[in-house]
């Protein structure tokens, strides 16, 4: 008899109202909302744009992250992110993507717990994904094990990552451990792919055992062969037409 594979979730990242309307015609779960994300790899979106958003229908989980860069901050930006986490669930956000390091290099519980009390204060079903920040600490040398039960300790519901590689098709590996390493050490944390993720890739990153998959599903723009500037509807379309096909 043939295992049944349950399909992982879609998760789009969009800057706009729009892109959440492509997301949800493409029937994807949820969008990852934020700014200017190919001059920084995402940043926090204004208050407009979350309300915006928001009234979409489709659950919107907003980056907040208050500037490019590394993923230790000062006290100051700690309430920063505090703040904005308030903000964006006070708006309408179902949750916060954010991402803390320690001195160590490893996921910050102490500031991960209080901003995902914070949000729960605000929106007690709201949802935290730690970003891929996490790979940062992979390829620094920090124990995955360790790394996926800290952030089960400080509530975090799922992790974003490309298995401590520069994209998923190099990560693969890491990716299928974190799934195995998850279920002794993290069994409420969601693990779900992103970076670099193609059409291709789908069947390998659905066998590998993820619970969703990450895309901006922008293509390649063919003048300049640098990444296209919003999403392909048809390639959007085609990454969720292979994930039900799992199902």
């Known amino acids: 008899m043939a295992t049944l594979i349950e399909a992982p979730q879609l998760e789009l990242a969009v800057e706009n109202a729009d892109g959440v309307r492509l997301a949800a015609s493409v029937g994807a779960a949820r969008v990852e909302l934020c700014a200017a994300l190919a001059e920084t790899d995402g940043i926090t979106p204004s208050i407009g744009t979350v309300e915006q958003a928001c009234r979409v229908g489709l659950p919107v989980h907003v980056l907040v992250r208050p500037r490019p860069g590394n993923f230790t901050y000062t006290p100051v930006e700690l309430e920063v992110l505090e703040r904005d986490v308030e903000a964006v669930l006070e708006a309408g956000a179902a949750g916060v993507v954010v991402g803390i390091l320690a001195a160590d290099g490893g996921p910050d519980v102490p500031a991960l717990q209080h901003l995902a009390e914070a949000a729960r204060r605000r929106h007690p079903a709201a949802e935290v994904t ?12 920090v124990d995955p094990a360790d790394a996926l039960a800290r952030l089960e300790r400080a509530g975090v519901t799922r992790v974003l990552t490309s298995g401590g590689s520069p994209d998923c098709t190099a990560g693969l590996p890491m990716l299928a451990r974190l799934v195995e390493l998850g279920r002794d050490h993290a069994p409420s944390v969601q693990i779900m792919a992103g970076g670099g993720v193609r059409l ?34 048809w390639l959007a379309a085609g990454m969720a037409a292979a994930l039900r096909k799992a199902a």
């Open 200 to 233: 291709e890739l789908m069947p390998a990153l659905i066998r590998s055992g993820v619970h969703a998959v990450h895309t901006s599903a922008r293509g390649l723009d063919p003048a300049t062969g640098a990444r296209a500037g919003s999403a392909d509807p």
């Open 130 to 141: 730690f970003h891929r920040a996490f790979d940062t600490a992979l390829a620094s040398g």
